[in-house]
């Protein structure tokens, strides 16, 4: 019922921008939890940011200052504003949905993110 489909990943120069979205759908997505995770080549999976359905935002410490979540509820979806994007930036960026009630997490297929001169 739930699907999440990410865009926007691409190539960018240290010190560039990029935006991504994660187009939400289903009928849970004003109730639901949502976050950004990123994974590069021999790492573990990180948290980025998260956005609850109230609106609280939280963020990693690494990106902090740079990154900024929001969420558009008209249009079921989430955004992550990667700004002064540096090299230990590269990954696959997954967004996350996990309904506030039930707990449950769904995942997104993740889109690239290459920064390099």
């Known amino acids: 019922q739930v699907q999440l489909v990410e865009s926007g990943g691409g190539l960018v120069r240290p010190g560039g921008s990029l935006t991504l979205s994660c187009q939400v759908s289903?009928?849970?997505?004003?109730?639901?939890?949502m976050a950004w995770h990123r994974q590069a080549p021999g790492k573990q999976r990180e948290l980025v940011a998260s956005?609850?359905?109230?609106?609280?935002?939280n963020y990693a410490d690494s990106v902090k200052g740079r990154f900024t979540i929001s969420r558009d509820n008209a249009k079921n979806t989430v955004y992550l504003e990667m700004n002064s994007l540096k090299p230990e930036d590269t990954a696959v960026y997954y967004c996350?949905?996990?309904?506030?009630?039930?707990?449950?997490?769904?995942w997104g297929q993740g889109t690239q993110v290459t920064v390099s001169s």
């Open positions: 956005v609850s359905y109230g609106g609280i935002t």
């Open positions: 289903g009928s849970i997505f004003s109730i639901s939890n």
């Open positions: 996350r949905l996990q309904h506030d009630i039930t707990r449950v997490n769904y």
